[in-house]
């Protein structure tokens, strides 16, 4: 079945412990990211991979890390989580950048509490 | 930069028709795509609109006029399943996925 994997899909950790979401897809999709998701602001990219070994800063990867060392996985590392960090994080995978479907493929969801 | 406006909460009754609007600023555009995110899930691909015009698929159809740079989402014959949000979002040169803020579409019976 073709999809979208994170882990874990909840987790409540304290300031300062560092923490990784995985993500893996068996899409052999080229392009993956990583949104965070809070009420009212809607989908805000962290980070993306157009390939392997290939990161883009997105809109607000202030306290993230990622790294793209095979092209199915791509996670997401928080070094010294903050409170501000709570949210909804999404990862997600496409074709070609989405260039021409536009359509992403994303995986279920991570819900992270910094307390 | 690149920006988009939809509304933030729509209401319609069952069985009804609605219209989700989308208004964007980018350069380079591709192309205008919508998303499905229902309470608690992950977001759910919808369609894409690359080409002035209407894409109808099933209850769902999607309008796209890259000269005004606006599209909307249009669902029909609503249901109660179909509360959930919507987001449109702007494919542009080779930038990944922007989206809006999203619309929470509520049916009432």
């Known amino acids: 079945e073709a999809q979208v994997t994170q882990n874990p899909r909840y987790l409540i950790t304290v300031t300062g412990k560092k923490l990784t979401v995985t993500c893996s897809q068996n899409?052999?999709?080229?392009?993956m990211s990583w949104y965070r998701q809070d009420p009212g602001l809607g989908l805000r990219q962290i980070y993306y991979s157009m390939n392997v070994e290939v990161t883009d800063k997105g809109d607000v990867p202030e306290g993230y890390k990622v790294s793209r060392k095979e092209k199915r996985n791509f996670p997401l590392i928080l070094e010294s989580p903050s409170p501000n960090q709570t949210s909804l994080y999404f990862c997600?995978?496409?074709?070609?950048?989405?260039?021409?479907?536009?359509?992403?493929?994303f995986g279920e969801g991570s819900r992270l509490t910094v307390l | 930069g690149q920006s988009l406006e939809q509304p933030s909460e729509v209401t319609a009754v069952e069985g009804a028709i609605v219209q989700i609007n989308c208004t964007y600023q980018?350069?380079?555009?591709?192309?205008l795509s919508w998303y499905q995110q229902h309470d608690g899930g992950a977001p759910t691909f919808l369609s894409y609109?690359?080409?002035?015009g209407l894409e109808e698929t099933g209850r769902f159809s999607s309008f796209l006029s890259r000269s005004d740079s606006y599209g909307y989402l249009l669902l029909q014959e609503l249901q109660m399943k179909d509360s959930a949000s919507y987001f449109c979002?702007?494919?542009?040169?080779?930038?990944?996925?922007?989206f809006g803020k999203g619309t929470r579409l509520s049916v009432i019976a």
């Open positions: 609109n690359a080409l002035d």
């Open positions: 979002a702007v494919t542009s040169g080779n930038t990944p996925l922007v």
């Open positions: 980018t350069s380079g555009f591709y192309g």
């Open positions: 997600a995978s496409s074709f070609f950048g989405t260039a021409n479907t536009g359509e992403l493929f």
């Open positions: 899409m052999n999709h080229e392009y």
